[in-house]
């Protein structure tokens, strides 16, 4: 198996005079769970086109799965796509749509009902598997799309907006099917919901302007490992803490306090050590920390 379930170097894509993709340089290690986060037209969507083979790039490499660019026989069932706007057949039950693409896998009649019945499942959907696509709510429509994708088994399943329009609910159940997927295949997921890629991915990569300015394991991005943020009942002066935390370049900020884990050092070890030094500094802590948000990660100036 290769590293890399997917590569891209300087991928260019025009449409007119817009770059959509401008020298795109992206790596997703398999079996990752990667979330891909960038504003409307960073070239999300159009970076989704170009791996499918759905969007012809102007230059650059793509390789799939370790196989060159996308081929509709090499990498037949082993990609999946879950576009932006997927419409589905109105008139078509969610199980017909479902064994059909089964069966466009090469499964036999009798293997793709099972299957579409096991993905039907697996989105919630299956009380729902004799109904007409043009009867479903939105949300519902959505889930079938996302199973849809996870017939089979694909190697590379790419998510594209994969919660939009669900209820909170779902949102948190469509976390959990995703999170399910982690060892058994890889899945970039595209979305601007930072907080929901942060509890589910353990890869991230940032876009803008059609690159790829940040891309790492989601601990190192946040700096789980580095960084402890430490919310604060009120304000306070850095002076407080300077003599607890020397060494550890502490600053202040409002009501967060933020310091320097050193390399090697386990963060229960020194929270242990340090808390009762700085509750007698006099901080009246409500949370700490490790890292930053994803949220933080990607408003910091370093990602542009």
């Not at 949102?171 to 970039?188: C, D, F, H, N, P």
């Not at 009942?233 to 003599?243: K, Q, S, T, V």
């Not at 502490?250 to 050092?265: A, K, M, T, W």
């Amino acid at each position: 198996m290769s590293r890399f379930a997917l590569r891209l170097k300087g991928v260019i894509k025009r449409y007119g005079k817009t770059r959509a993709l401008d020298g795109l340089t992206l790596d997703v290690p398999s079996g990752a769970l990667m979330g891909l986060v960038g504003p409307n037209g960073a070239g999300k969507t159009t970076t989704f086109g170009v791996v499918s083979g759905a969007v012809r790039a102007d230059a650059g490499q793509v390789d799939v799965l370790g196989q060159g660019a996308f081929d509709p026989v090499r990498h037949a069932g082993r990609l999946t796509v879950l576009p932006q706007d997927c419409a589905l057949n109105p008139s078509s039950s969610a199980r017909q749509i479902l064994s059909f693409h089964a069966r466009l896998q090469g499964l036999t009649l009798q293997a793709a009902t099972r299957e579409a019945d096991r993905v039907l499942d697996l989105v919630h959907l299956a009380d729902r598997a004799g109904a007409r696509v043009g009867q479903l709510s939105h949300g519902m429509k959505r889930r079938l799309a996302v199973a849809q994708a996870l017939l089979g088994d694909p190697e590379l399943v790419l998510l594209d907006e994969p919660t939009g329009g669900l209820d909170p609910h779902l949102v948190v159940a469509m976390r959990e099917i995703l999170s399910a997927q982690k060892g058994l295949r890889t899945v970039v997921v595209s979305s601007h919901i930072l907080a929901d890629l942060e509890a589910t991915c353990d890869h991230v990569a940032f876009m803008e302007d059609g690159r790829c300015t940040r891309s790492g394991p989601v601990a190192e991005v946040t700096r789980r490992g580095a960084l402890v943020r430490v919310q604060l009942a009120e304000p306070m002066a850095l002076a407080a803490f300077e003599a607890v935390l020397a060494g550890r370049e502490p600053s202040i900020e409002g009501d967060v306090l933020r310091y320097q884990l050193h390399e090697g050092e386990d963060p229960a070890e020194v929270q242990r050590a340090l808390l009762p030094q700085l509750l007698d500094a006099g901080a009246a802590i409500l949370e700490i920390r490790l890292g930053e948000s994803l949220e933080a990660a990607y408003m910091s100036p370093r990602t542009r």
